[in-house]
Structure formats: structure tokens, C-alpha cells
């Protein structure tokens, strides 16, 4: 029996690299230095992704500013001064703000896929931001030459030209990071933001071929980010039931860190489609504790109890380092719990495969 494993996303960043962008961002390095730097860190994040025995691995966002943030480079109609999120320790995160149109991406995500792939010996997933976060970015008083259904519609095609050349550069999988769904519950519990972020999100993932679609999921989590979420506190109840009205075909959906994970289970039993597969998040990231494989295991089997083995995957519950300099996990620690996902879904597939035959 076999089940299917995959990363999220980020890797901690080498100390290296992390002391470089220092370094460039008080304009005391060239760009060569850092780009060199990034290729440094990238060719050690693979062939140690590798060395985990995972079969399919990213490129741990290395060279990203954030997993938000990649398409506004070099962009000059943007502000620093957008939305803030807090977290649940006190610190926060602000977005940027879109200062005038058109929008267009700075950078689209296959430039990180292709350097990747360079290295790589084995599958290659890459991860992209989803339409309803950029979304954000359009400011509230809006703008009298650019209206919010025309930025919209730019944002759709952006989003489906990021994608689509992840998959037409080989990626195995592309995957949305949409950590503002559950977000969204908080900020209107009435739920119409929400229903407004998949509707949009959906306006790009009906551009797809259902072939296509096959090869895009859509990830879930209450945030991550030094170790702390912003919207933990909701209910996952609140947004499973209009999750898996994405019209996508994996979701990956946090859930070792989850408080109540075998009730989230049920309501996923419950609201899972037949063409859908849910890759249960089996590693809490936010936790500087190695879980045994024996722990990934029993974790994989309680998952099993709810969704059916065809539907199953495993994966961390977030990536492990979303903006640049977040060191709150360790680059040692974030290999050896990938290492543990793998060898904790291989006993689980190989318990299961015994319970079927017997």
C-alpha cells in the first residue's frame, strides 16, 4: 500500500544566506554576492530535501522574500503599508498595498521552480500564492482610473499564468497557499468574505483542464510564522464545509497542531469529494520537538479512520520558514521532521497494507 507524501513549502534559510541578506539590504554586498548565496542554499536545501527520502521536495522558498510576496519584486506601484495581520504572540505582519495599476506579477513562481529543477533527482512541487491573498493588496478607497472589477480581472489572469507555467515548466504539483481562508472567518464570521475568496480563487481554477487540475491543490493553516498563527482561535468547523468547494483536487490541511484534530477529521469526512484527496498535515511545525516516526505513524492510522486510503496523503502542517527571516525553527530540525513524515507514512502504508490483506 502506498501513500502519497509531500513538503508545504519553506525551509529555514542557511545561516549564510540569512547573514548575506543582511548584508545586501544595508547595501554592503552586490546582488551577484547574494544571487550566489541563493545558489548556494539552494543546491544544499535539494540535495538534503533528497536525503530525507521524500519523494517529492520544493526549494524550500530560498530565494523568496516571502511565500506572499514573490510576485510584487521589483514592482514599482507597490507600498509597504497594506493590511496588517497579527498573531497570536503579539507580533504582525503587514501586506503590501498597491499604489496605482495595471497589477502584473514582478515575478512568476516557475523562475523559482526552474532553478530547482536544476538540481533536483526527483519530483519538484512548487508552491504559489493564491489570487484572494494578492487580493488584498487593492486599497480600500480604491482608485478613480483603475476600478477594483478591472484589477480583478487582471489578478485572475496573473494568478492563472503563474500557475500554468509551473505546470508547463514539469512541476509534479502546483500547490495555492491559501492561509487567509481560515483568516478570512475571523475577520467576518458572517462567512461572505470567504465565499468571496473561493469564488475568485475558483475564477482561476476553471481556467484549468480537469487533467490540469489534478495537479493543483490548495493549502490550508491557521498561519505560521516565529512559531505563532493568526487564526487558530477559529473553529476549523467554520471552514472546512466551504473549503472543498474549490474546484481543485488536493488539499493539504493542517492538522498535527489542530486542538480538536479527530472532530476536523470527521467534518472532512463528512465534505470530501470523490475526485478529491486531502493530504493530512501529520508534523507540527510550530513545535521544535522531532516527532518520532512512530508518533507520524499513529497519526497517519487516526486519519485513516476518517478518510479512505484512495483520498490520503500526509504533510507538514505549514511551511516551516513562510518569510526570510523567520529562524524560529531550526534548518537541522525542519530536515529531520520531513525525514520522520516519511518514515512515519511508510509504517502507517505498510500497517494499513497488513490490516487490508488480513
Known sequence: MFIPTEPI????????LLACLREFHQGNVSAETLQAEYDAALRDTVQRFEATGSPVISDGEQSKPSFATYPLANLDNIAADGLTIPFSDGHSRQLPRL???????GVYADHYLQAAMRYATVPVKQAVISASALSLLYPSEGFADYDEATFLADLVDQAERDIRGCLESGAHCVQIDFTEGRLAVKLDPTKQLLR?????????LERFQPELRRRIGVHTCPGGDCDSTHSADVD???LLPELFNLKASNFYVQMASDTYPERALAVIKQYLRPEQRVFVGVIDVLDSNVESPETVRDRVLQAAEFIPLGQLGTTDDCGYSPFEDDTSTGRDTAFAKIEARVLGTRMAAEKLGQRSSS
Open 9 to 16: 513549502g519553506s525551509i529555514p534559510r542557511p545561516p549564510n
Open 99 to 105: 499604489t496605482a495599476g495595471p497589477f502584473r506579477y
Open 196 to 204: 468571496r475568496f473561493i469564488e475568485l480563487n475558483n475564477r482561476v
Open 236 to 238: 476549523y468547523a467554520e
